[in-house]
């Protein structure tokens, strides 16, 4: 079901209009009822394994911790050390999880340094080196052992390796592979293996029925079907084989577009989402499972250049990844305006059209929707929080904390 269906928009509009008549745009929102609704849903659909939020898709402490306290949330799966760091410090999570490898040697000193840190927070890893830049900036003999995740390549390699199909991450891709490294990771004083992680961006990152592309869709959902039944297979080999060599805590996969199918998945232990608690619109091309959208930003109608446009004043909130027109934040409310194809979204200003472009008047506001989710964070050092047609509470971002990790 299309996120559209089960909302009125029109309501939906005047609801947040309501609830903002006394700010100024351009600002963000979080409507909390479609958020809860959203983090009950992901928890349900991951069938009783625990749900672990991905900061980088939120970029918020409050609203992280928000999940948290909710039933089936537990730990973070942060994008940097140096924000684990902070969240430990802040009380947000006593169990952290760094998605990534790193190289931030201040970092790593804090957490080496720290007994408290070295015990909530676990290092990703996916070769010895990096182990060794670890011993680098703190030697074992002084430090606590520093608890580690092996990040094992989800990626999908048919044609005996000729093609890949997925992100490229981690040079760990087979059972030998995770078994190899486990064995000279549980061998190095310093260190302690606790878990394993795995991303299967072709299937949880990748939108099986893209809007408009029928035939993309298709081809995308028979690659899927072929790809999840391989890695159920190597990531159950391959957590067999790193137990040999490791009492693993955890053993982490998916994202929000895989947490029902991950969760099946019975070598997983624990699942990681956080888009699907904002719902942005690279999410409205699945079939699965949609969120309801939860986060918006609102910009101001400032222009009539002419007969069935209307401009507002910023909108170039561009979304990573590849350069496509799915990285463009999508002008959501009122329903029936569209960026214009010669322009895109602006940074100072961008250009509507569509059916509704002329019922807009300077001053009206435009409500948009961010292509990804904790980007949107990026732009705004707070964001408002709205129950019914109220803000109930006004948050800082990350960047509102003075916070950018990347």
Not at 12 to 24: N, P
Not at 39 to 61: F, M, Q
Not at 284 to 311: N, S
Request: glycine residues 10%; aromatic residues 6%.
């Amino acid at each position: 079901m299309h996120s559209d269906v089960r909302i009125d928009r029109d309501a939906l509009r005047d609801r947040l209009d309501r609830a903002t008549a006394h700010l100024d745009p351009p600002f963000a929102a979080v409507d909390l009822t479609a958020f809860d609704a959203n983090a009950d849903a992901l928890t349900e659909r991951a069938a009783g394994k625990p749900v672990r939020v991905a900061s980088k898709s939120v970029r918020c402490r409050d609203l992280i911790t928000r999940a948290l306290s909710r039933p089936g949330w537990h730990g973070v799966m942060a994008y940097t050390v140096r924000e684990a760091n902070w969240l430990v410090r802040a009380g947000v999570s006593n169990d952290v999880l760094v998605a990534y490898p790193s190289a931030d040697r201040a970092a790593l000193a804090e957490l080496t340094g720290d007994n408290k840190l070295a015990e909530a927070v676990t290092l990703m890893v996916d070769s010895l080196e990096q182990l060794d830049l670890v011993d680098a900036v703190a030697p074992p003999e002084k430090r606590a052992p520093v608890r580690v995740c092996l990040d094992l390549d989800a990626s999908w390699r048919p044609a005996r390796g000729r093609l890949h199909i997925g992100v490229r991450r981690s040079p760990i891709h087979s059972a030998d592979d995770a078994g190899t490294l486990a064995a000279r990771v549980a061998a190095r004083r310093g260190f302690r293996l606790v878990g394993l992680m795995s991303y299967e961006a072709q299937i949880a990152g990748l939108g099986d029925e893209p809007p408009g592309q029928a035939l993309r869709g298709m081809a995308i959902r028979a690659l899927q079907r072929r790809s999840y039944p391989e890695l159920t297979a190597r990531r159950g080999a391959a957590v067999a084989a790193v137990r040999e060599h490791a009492d693993l805590a955890f053993v982490n996969g998916g994202g929000t577009g895989s947490v029902a199918a991950t969760s099946a998945d019975p070598a997983v232990t624990e699942i990681t989402a956080g888009s699907g608690l904002y719902g942005p619109t690279l999410f409205d091309g699945y079939r699965a499972w949609r969120p309801v959208p939860a986060a918006f930003f609102a910009l101001t109608v400032v222009r009539r250049p002419a007969p069935a446009v209307a401009t507002v004043l910023g909108g170039g909130w561009i979304a990573s990844g590849p350069a496509h027109q799915s990285r463009l934040p999508e002008p959501w409310l009122p329903a029936g305006l569209r960026l214009i194809g010669s322009e895109g979204a602006g940074e100072v200003q961008t250009p509507l059209t569509g059916t509704a472009a002329d019922r807009l008047s300077i001053g009206d506001r435009v409500w948009f929707r961010h292509a990804k989710a904790g980007e949107l964070s990026e732009h705004v050092n707070e964001l408002h929080l709205i129950e019914g047609d109220r803000v109930v509470a006004t948050v800082p971002s990350y960047r509102g904390e003075g916070q950018a990790f990347l």
